[in-house]
């Protein structure tokens, strides 16, 4: 019985409880048409976005194209996958702890099948807002471009987590902001991957900040 609530019972509860709280925000898109660009090119994006923000993107993104994202493999990513499953949502699980390799192939094959995929840069457990290699090297093998996804709620609980994990609260204001997209060339040293690297990761550091400042207008 136990086993069952863990794998029905809670997971039903726990979409309920996202719909119910997404369905009552109210969501601003910026740069729209940079991702629409890219869909008229016929490629895919790779979403990229920190850990942090990624609860308040389940009630935009599934809802417009067909998703994949990675979940680990741990109890946690287990209730987690079969949530973001009863959305609709593709999942590679696997983490750079373990089965990185297996989840990486699946994500490079769902680029393939013309499915995007949102990348949690910092995730499962950090260190929080460093992107870690495995984003660049997903554009890089695909050929896909990174598209920075900035997701920034006006009212949201924080919680006391790793990352500072927020959650927007009933009726608060989202910004979706996308920005330029990246592409990653085919051959890099180390060098230049390190550089590449670190200059999305700056990069995305500074949109979030511009981002946030605008609640403060």
């Known amino acids: 019985?136990?086993?069952?609530i863990y794998r029905n019972i809670l997971p039903s509860l726990g979409l309920f409880f996202i719909r119910a709280l997404s369905a009552t925000y109210r969501i601003r898109v910026i740069n729209e048409e940079i991702e629409k660009a890219i869909y008229e090119r016929g490629?895919?994006?790779?979403?990229?976005?920190?850990?942090?923000?990624?609860?308040?993107?389940?009630?935009?993104?599934?809802?417009r194209y067909p998703l994949a994202i990675m979940v680990s493999k741990s109890k946690d990513g287990d209730?987690?996958?079969?949530?973001?499953?009863?959305?609709?949502?593709?999942?590679?699980?696997?983490?750079?702890?373990?089965?990185?390799?297996?989840?990486?192939?699946?994500?490079?094959?769902?680029?393939?099948?013309?499915?995007?995929?949102?990348?949690?840069?910092?995730?499962?457990?950090?260190?929080?807002?460093?992107?870690?290699?495995?984003?660049?090297?997903?554009?890089?093998?695909?050929?896909?471009?990174?598209?920075?996804?900035?997701?920034?709620?006006?009212?949201k609980w924080i919680f006391n987590s790793w990352d500072r994990f927020m959650i927007p609260k009933l009726f608060s204001r989202i910004i979706i902001r996308f920005d330029r997209e990246i592409y990653v060339p085919p051959d890099l040293d180390q060098?230049?991957?390190e550089a590449l690297r670190r200059n999305v990761e700056e990069?995305?550091?500074?949109?979030?900040?511009?981002t946030d400042a605008l609640w403060e207008k």
Not at 126 to 150: D, E, R, T, V, Y
């Open 1 to 4: 019985m136990k086993r069952f």
């Open 43 to 63: 490629e895919v994006p790779i979403y990229c976005s920190w850990h942090q923000r990624f609860f308040s993107g389940f009630g935009f993104f599934p809802k």
């Open 79 to 155: 209730f987690g996958s079969r949530i973001v499953e009863k959305m609709g949502v593709h999942t590679a699980r696997g983490s750079s702890s373990k089965g990185g390799r297996e989840a990486f192939e699946d994500l490079e094959r769902f680029l393939k099948q013309g499915i995007p995929v949102g990348h949690i840069v910092d995730g499962p457990r950090g260190p929080a807002m460093q992107i870690k290699p495995g984003l660049i090297k997903l554009a890089q093998h695909s050929g896909m471009p990174i598209l920075p996804a900035i997701i920034s709620p006006e009212r």
């Open 191 to 193: 060098s230049s991957f």
């Open 203 to 210: 990069r995305l550091s500074h949109l979030y900040q511009i």
